[in-house]
Each structure stands twice: as structure tokens, then as C-alpha cells.
């Protein structure tokens, strides 16, 4: 890398830590390392797969603009999990110890440690009392229409139950892509559960279930930890798709067995199914898919317009004389497509806009100030089991032939294409791709990818077939 490659990432660096702060930097990013910059994008690496998914699902855009503002020409930043064999960090892939220690406080650990597992006392207190919770996610602001009026049926259910109560779905599973709901709907059941009855509500994120139970082992508090988890009424877990380590997911499986066998309430939600939490123990994902397994899906414009209402009603406690007139809110409900936060984010815009200006909102302020929110509409989330049903339907073959390992080059072809678009239109890595097609090897992924994309080139059939498929999956 040249100096002038590494000064511009220090910069870089720079302007990301004084934009998230000094713990958020330490816990995410110290240890993202830049591997290239080539015309429009960025390639960094980060050294597990858990820091790799938390940034991309919380910090990507946050990058990207640290970038941008550096070099405008940037459109695109890519982080991968670089290899625990690279010489240039050999001592930082060593696993932290989770053997029991005498004594939990321990003054020296290095600052790689505390980067990760952060402060390990506290957090076993902090992990029994659960992660903390947001007062404006209630039932009560949560507007519902036709894509979460199950989820949101089933978890007030939930939240109503009495202490004795027969369970009726056990685990309740809900999934969604990211700002849908998913967090607001787990934290309404929360705090509806915790309030007027006498049952114990828990909420906890994946993480801090995670870090949580790492830090109870150091401590040798492991058993306490369990025992408080089994002594609770209902377990909350958010963002499951986090759950990370073989440890971990044991206790996991442990958890939610000892939870539902003594009929208490658990509820789940994460950005996929339960079927595709690949780096979960199969026990554990048929358990997760053996009680309701509910999807909650984009959000309609009439559910966006509720929304924004309900975010206007909210800011207008505290802000009497904000004002959005119908117009507006229906030129956002329009064109805001992408999920939740958006809608927050562009209802806090305009607020700001006019209480710093002292100015009315007006349809062109509005057009103005969320012009970079307003994006082409969400794909669909396309799955693997799809692209393998639809592409053993175009070419005539089953989907066990996709994954047996026949080699005849009618059997062949499909399963190369159906590889290529397993790793084009989904984010699955590949192994997992090769995993998901009968226990192949990444490279074998490789090859089909490398293959059908140079073929596409070339072949006008082929390429008609690719583009049929994909319009298909579209649908
Ligand atoms: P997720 O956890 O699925 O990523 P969140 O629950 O964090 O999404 O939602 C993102 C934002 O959108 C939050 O501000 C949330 O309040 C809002 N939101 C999403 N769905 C609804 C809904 N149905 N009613 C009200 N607000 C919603
Ligand atoms: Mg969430």
C-alpha cells in the first residue's frame, strides 16, 4: 500500500472514530484493516464473521459516507473475514480463554480483549437485568397492515399471557429483513409483559446473550447466569443471526430446551429464517422452527404513511409546533420505500430542518432534505431453496439432482447456474453456498460461478436462460 493510500486511511479512520466515539470505535473497528481501493470501491477486512455481519447491518453506510468524504468517487465498500492464517495479525485470532478463573478482574487484559469482550464483570450484571430497552417501542406506536398482522397478533398474545398460562406457540420466531419491525414489535412484547402482571420479561440482543454468558464462565459464574435465565417467564432474543461460537449456541440450545420444557415463553427474532441460521446446530434450528415461525414483509405505503404519523404524533409531545403537512407525509410514504429507520430518519431530518431553521416544513424543503432516503425499491429477499426450485423447473431436473453429486451434463449445467445465482442474488458466503448443495466445497462454488459468468459472456442462450431465472426470482 502507498503512503498516500495509508495516510488517506488513517484519515478515513479518523473521521469514523470521532463519528461513532472512542467505545463504539474500539469495540467495532479497531481492528478493520484496509486490503484495497480499487476505481469505485473499498475492500476492508475484519477478523471474525460477527464483526464482519455487525457493521455491515449497523455501520455500512456510516463507512461509506467516512469514505466519500475522502474520496468522492467511492460508491461501494466491501468487508470480508480475512483468513486467521495471515501473518500480518497472527496473535489477534487466538480465541480468548473462557476457562474459569479465579478471579474475574483482571487489570491487564490486553486491549484486544477488552475491544471484544468488553468489560467482563459488569457485563454478567448487566446481561441478567437485559439489554436496554427504548420507551418509544411499544405496542402503542406500533402501527400494523397487512405484512406484520400475524407477528404482531402473535406477540401480543404473547405479552398478554398469564404466569401459568398454557403456552400456545413455543418458540415464536419472527424474522424480517433489517428496519421492518422486528426490534420495536420484541420490545413492545417487553414492556407490555413486564408492566401489570407478575410474570419476569427478559429482552436480551444475541450479543448480549453472548458476551453475557463468556463473561459468566470467566467469572465462574455460570451456573448463576443459567439459573436466573431459567428463572424468567418469558426470554426475548433479538437479531439471533448473531449467536456466534460453539459454546455459546450449546448454551443456547440448553437454554431454550430448559425454557420450553418447563412451558415458559420464548420469542425470537432475526433477518432470516430459522432454516437459514447456518452456523446453528441443526437440533437448533429444528427446535426454532417447531413452534410459529412468522415473516413479517416490506412495508406497504398505507403502513409507511401510519408510520410517519405516529412518528409525527411522537415528536410533536416534546415539539408542539412541528408540523407536517398531508402532502408531505404522503411524498414520503411514496418514495421512502426502504424500510423503518428510513422513515424515523427522515421525520427526525425534517424536524431538525425546522427547528433550526425556525421554518414550516414544506413539500420542498421535504424533497430536498431526504433526497438521499429515497431509493430504488427494495429486492426481494431471495432464497436459496427458490433459486434451486425454480432453476430444477427451467432445466427439467429435481432439486435432489442439484444436490446429489451425479455428473452428467444435463444435471451439471443447472447446478453450476443455480450456484451463480445463489451467490449473485443472495449474500450467503460460499461456503455456505456449497454446503447448501449437498455439502460441496467453496471452491467447487468458485468454479461454478467463474464458469457460468464466463460463459454468460459469450453464450446468448445461456444468457437469455439467466435473465429468465432471475425475473422469475424476482417475482
Ligand atoms: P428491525 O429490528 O426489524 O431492523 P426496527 O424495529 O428497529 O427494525 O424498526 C426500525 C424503525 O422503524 C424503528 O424506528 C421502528 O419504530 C420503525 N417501525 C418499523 N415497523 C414499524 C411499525 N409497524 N410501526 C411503527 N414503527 C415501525
Ligand atoms: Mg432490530
Known sequence: MSNMEQDRWSRV??????????????????????ESVQDE????????RF?????????????????QAEMPEVHRVDVTVRSAMRVAAPAKETPA?????????????????????????????EALGGSPLDPRLTFGSFVTGRSNTLAHAAARQVA????GDSVMFNPLYIHAGVGLGKTHLLQAVTWAGNSGTERKVLYLTAEKFMYGFVAALKTQTALAFKEALRGI??????????L?????????????????DAGRQVVIAADRPPSDLESLDERVRSRLAGGLVVEMGSLGEELRLGILKSRVAAARAHHASFEVPAP?????ARTITHNGRDLEGAINRLLAHSKLNATPVTLEMAEREVRDLVRPMEPKRIKIEDIQRVVARQYNVSRSDLLSSRRTANVVRPRQVAMYLAKTLTLRSLPEIGRRFGGRDHTTVLHAVRTIEALVGKDVTLQDEVESLKRQLAE
Request: net charge neutral; proline share 4%.
Open 13 to 34: 479512520k479518523g473521521r469514523l472514530r470521532s463519528s461513532v466515539g472512542e467505545d463504539v470505535y474500539s469495540s467495532w473497528f479497531a481492528r478493520m484493516d484496509l
Open 41 to 48: 470501491s473499498v475492500h476492508l477486512s475484519v477478523p471474525t
Open 51 to 67: 464483526l464482519k455481519s455487525w457493521i455491515q447491518a449497523h455501520y455500512a453506510e456510516r463507512v461509506l459516507t467516512c469514505w
Open 97 to 125: 480463554p473462557i476457562a474459569p478463573r479465579p478471579e474475574g478482574r483482571d487489570g491487564r487484559a490486553s486491549s484486544e480483549l477488552r475491544a471484544t469482550a468488553i468489560a467482563p464483570v459488569s457485563a454478567t450484571h
Open 160 to 163: 398478554e399471557g398469564r404466569r
Open 233 to 242: 417467564d418469558v426470554l426475548v432474543i433479538d437479531d439471533l443471526q448473531f
Open 244 to 260: 456466534q461460537g460453539k459454546t455459546t449456541q450449546a448454551e443456547f440450545c440448553h437454554t431454550l430446551n430448559a425454557l420450553i
Open 328 to 332: 408531505v407525509l404522503d411524498y414520503l
